[in-house]
């Protein structure tokens, strides 16, 4: 069975900062692996999803790493701004499309 | 906009009670998903669909039905609402890439359905 744990549970940085989100799973025979934003009392926003034959992807500020070998994928987050506190999670994906989510980084970002 | 649609956004049980959730989605996806988000637990998958017609169990099934007579909605339904299904419930839609079910994008969620079972 899949288990996808997320480090750390949550992270206070100043504004400006750049940070890193990491995310571990157990079984590295995923097709995917796809990071999400949530905001209190809202659904989830897609941020990057890496196919299984990628090794990253990028979009703006945000960069998502996957290593099947290590079972890793990082989201690094570069010049950090208030508006992107949120919950963070990470979900592997495997047949048909089906998700296992990671319990999620609260990030807070202080001006 | 285009995108996920779940009604209803809010809604109280009493125990034993029945509902159906509903999701509609109008990007044509091919597969759609319920999953439940609870505190200290993450999102888990309760049922998802491949296609019209087509349903399967997902990780935590006990307690729900689902259908998916069209290829646009898919429905949750709780027969006899329990405590335990107090929850928040999402639906999502996805597509496979160009190279078949080996890889999927285009996931969708809703905005979510907070169910209360008092």
């Known amino acids: 069975k899949q288990e996808v744990t997320q480090i750390p549970a949550a992270l206070s940085v100043p504004e400006g900062e750049n940070l890193v989100l990491n995310c571990s799973f157990t079984?590295?025979?995923?097709?995917?692996l796809q990071w999400f934003r949530q905001d209190p009392g809202k659904g989830l926003t897609s941020l990057l999803l890496?196919?299984?034959?990628?090794r990253e992807q990028t979009s703006g500020r945000l960069n998502a790493s996957l290593d099947k070998s290590s079972g890793r994928s990082t989201l690094y987050i570069a010049a950090s701004q208030p508006g992107d506190s949120a919950t963070y999670l990470c979900a592997g994906g495997t047949s048909y499309g089906k998700l296992t989510f990671g319990q999620g980084t609260i990030l807070t970002v202080h001006p | 906009n285009a995108g996920v649609t779940q009604t209803p956004k809010f809604r109280v049980l009493k125990t034993g009670q029945s509902m159906t959730l509903l999701c509609a989605q109008d990007m044509n996806h091919e597969y759609m998903y319920w999953y439940r988000q609870d505190p200290g637990m993450g999102l888990r998958l309760i049922h998802y669909s491949v296609g019209e017609g087509t349903t399967a169990k997902g990780e935590v099934p006990d307690g729900y039905n689902v259908s998916r007579l069209k290829k646009q909605n898919f429905l949750l339904g709780l027969e006899s609402a329990a405590p335990s299904q107090t929850s928040v419930y999402f639906c999502?839609?996805?597509?496979?890439?160009?190279?078949?079910?080996?890889?999927?994008?285009?996931?969708?969620f809703g905005s979510g359905t907070r169910l209360t079972v008092v």
């Open positions: 999502a839609s996805s597509r496979t890439t160009p190279s078949g079910a080996q890889g999927f994008y285009g996931y969708t």
């Open positions: 890496i196919q299984s034959s990628q």
């Open positions: 079984d590295s025979a995923i097709y995917n």
